[in-house]
């Protein structure tokens, strides 16, 4: 089985979308399959070429038995709406022109930005072969909650391509049933969704010892760590945070936010004006890395704004957590908080609510009791989200689909 695999986000870029698609690439070569993998050069999230790549018409490399084309794009920050489009535009064009050329039996294409399909899509009516949606992200939905585009005559059009695609793809894999339910009652037919949600790489994020130097250089030894590690988007109501944090009592209670984006110099500036010492700041660290970081937590801090939309978002960082028996501290109400409760994996805040924010920290800061029962939770979803799982049942969707065209 050839699978053409188009994508904004691969390694070494260490975002969720990047590091789903590398993980089950693994497994589908295991498996037998032919992966060829079109990206840009990686760039997320400042929008500056990263150090030995460049952005180059057209380049070939292989990792881990992968064949990665990447393809010139106009490189912006992930940050500011119509330089994005541009962006997003300009990696499908060159995508269409390079997929053209490349053997394959299935196209699956990835959002969140939904540009990557619109090329599966016209490359599927050239090739005459069928394309997959995986659905990661709920656009142009998102980009109205966050604040980045009013609803008009723009995002009644990006809709309608939106539901058209939906319709036009062979299959539509998305991450969480609440995306399922939500197309369902858009009209699209249901016998052609299935979902395949985020997971956690067992092996990877396995249970260690507090990395004990990495606590040292941070000067948090003895710190019961509430720690943020990923993206700082405009998704992420990290800016509710930090201005929260000038009413934790608790002198013990530190966060340490790992990572950068759109919000990274809102959140330092509103930190330095209230003259925080109650949370630390560190750069994006690489994906392997990240586990000696998670060693050090206690607790992994997952926010989202307040919004009916985030209600259909997990954030993936959960699993990671709850592999390494990390607890969550989780700011999102829907399917998210419907896994942390019935895992009992963490415990659950009122987004972009103080009082209930700060509650649920001290509770999860005071009680050891509490704090084990959730470790015993933590590896209970672990084990049920596991990605290696995951990513055969996916492969099986796809060669399903291939074959049944």
Not at 45 to 50: A, E, I, L, R
Not at 147 to 171: N, R, S, T
Not at 262 to 277: F, G, H, N, P, R
């Amino acid at each position: 089985m050839k699978i053409l695999f188009i994508t904004d986000n691969f390694p070494p870029e260490v975002n969720a979308p990047a590091t789903r698609t590398y993980e089950h690439c693994l497994e589908w070569i295991k498996e037998g399959a032919e992966i060829t993998i079109i990206t840009c050069a990686p760039n997320f999230t400042h929008g500056k070429v990263y150090e030995g790549y460049s952005n180059r018409f057209f380049s070939t490399e292989y990792k881990d038995g992968i064949k990665i084309i990447r393809v010139w794009s106009y490189i912006t920050a992930n940050e500011g709406f119509v330089k994005r489009v541009l962006d997003y535009l300009s990696f499908a064009f060159m995508t269409f022109w390079v997929g053209l050329f490349q053997k394959h039996d299935v196209i699956v294409a990835t959002s969140p930005q939904f540009f990557t399909t619109w090329t599966a899509s016209a490359l599927s009516k050239i090739r005459r072969t069928p394309w997959i949606f995986e659905l990661r992200d709920l656009w142009p939905e998102s980009i109205k909650t966050v604040g980045a585009m009013k609803q008009g005559k723009a995002i009644d059009i990006l809709e309608k391509i939106e539901l058209w695609l939906y319709k036009d793809a062979d299959k539509v894999i998305p991450v969480t049933n609440a995306f399922k339910t939500n197309l369902i009652a858009r009209g699209i037919d249901e016998n052609k969704i299935d979902v395949i949600t985020n997971g956690s790489n067992v092996e990877l994020f396995a249970p260690r010892q507090k990395d004990t130097e990495l606590l040292a250089t941070l000067g948090l030894e003895g710190k019961f760590i509430i720690g943020y590690i990923g993206t700082h988007g405009m998704a992420h109501s990290l800016d509710f945070i930090v201005n929260s944090l000038k009413d934790v009592k608790n002198k013990n209670i530190h966060f340490l936010f790992v990572g950068d984006g759109a919000m990274k110099e809102t959140i330092l500036s509103i930190a330095k004006d209230l003259s925080l010492s109650n949370i630390s700041f560190h750069a994006p660290v690489s994906k392997d890395d990240v586990p000696k970081y998670l060693s050090i937590i206690d607790v992994s801090l997952a926010p989202l704004k307040k919004s009916d939309t985030f209600k259909t978002v997990i954030p993936s960082k959960i699993f990671e957590a709850s592999a390494m028996l990390k607890p969550t501290l989780l700011g999102v109400q829907g399917q998210a908080q419907e896994i942390i409760q019935e895992y009992h994996a963490g415990l659950c805040f009122i987004p972009e609510d103080k009082t209930d924010f700060l509650n649920t920290l001290n509770k999860l800061a005071d009680s050891k009791e509490i704090y084990q029962d959730l470790q015993v939770g933590c590896a209970k979803l672990a084990k049920a989200y596991d990605r290696k799982v995951l990513a055969k049942s996916m492969l099986n969707l796809i060669v399903d689909t291939a074959e049944n065209r």
